[in-house]
């Protein structure tokens, strides 16, 4: 895996993660969600580097330009419900992409330290031969993008996969590495020490689902 982490590099993705990880300026969903979409743009931009590129000629007013795009054969996969800002930033960029969503939650028993990643709904196009993008907020153990990964099998199998995170932490990024094929990328705005005993990340910024959408029961 190829870990792509932009914290290394001073620029305006500072200010964003600045603001989502300040427990002030959080009261403000909608600032809240509208961060995560911009550094969902960041990312996608940084990410649209490394895309394969075909030469099209284009027709002006004045004259014909060529000019190399991106060939089109995206799939923009959202995991439910944090994801959706990411998604959003994604797709402000990658507008012709399809699209995917899947739902995919920690069901803690009885309340208790230890949980499992549920994934009880999948809506997607055929990933065959595809670029998949999956847009997860925060990489806490990597157990979600494992069980995500698993129920995208009978999807068809993607040519390259590039996970998009916010915040992770360093032993769920170590985990996801001997999950996902070797020519996966990860590109991540930060990357943290260390989880709690319920596997969030520390100092993280809290559930980034909660904190865009209201917190659920």
């Not at 895996?1 to 009261?27: C, G, P, Y």
């Not at 550094?39 to 002006?60: A, D, N, P, Q, R």
């Not at 005993?197 to 917190?215: A, E, Q, T, W």
Request: proline share 4%; with cysteine.
């Amino acid at each position: 895996m190829t870990i792509h982490n932009l914290e290394t590099e001073n620029s305006i993705l500072n200010q964003f993660i600045s603001e989502i990880r300040d427990s002030a300026v959080q009261k403000d969903s909608m600032r809240f969600r509208k961060n995560i979409e911009r550094i969902g743009e960041v990312l996608g931009c940084e990410l649209s580097k490394t895309l394969e590129y075909t030469s099209k000629t284009v027709k002006t007013p004045l004259g014909t330009k060529d000019i190399s795009v991106p060939d089109k054969e995206l799939v923009l996969c959202a995991i439910l419900r944090a994801g959706l800002p990411l998604h959003q930033g994604l797709l402000n960029y990658f507008d012709t992409a399809e699209n995917a969503f899947i739902s995919a939650y920690r069901d803690h028993a009885e309340d208790s330290d230890d949980f499992e990643v549920v994934v009880n709904y999948l809506a997607s196009p055929s990933l065959h031969n595809k670029t998949l993008l999956l847009a997860d907020p925060m990489l806490a153990t990597g157990k979600t993008l494992e069980n995500t990964l698993k129920a995208m099998k009978n999807h068809g199998e993607p040519k390259q996969i590039h996970i998009v995170s916010v915040i992770g932490s360093v032993e769920g990024v170590e985990y996801i590495k001997d999950v996902f094929p070797e020519n996966t990328h990860l590109w991540i705005a930060a990357i943290d020490p260390k989880l709690s005993s319920k596997g969030y990340i520390i100092p993280g910024l809290g559930d980034s689902g909660d904190l865009s959408f209201g917190v659920k029961l």
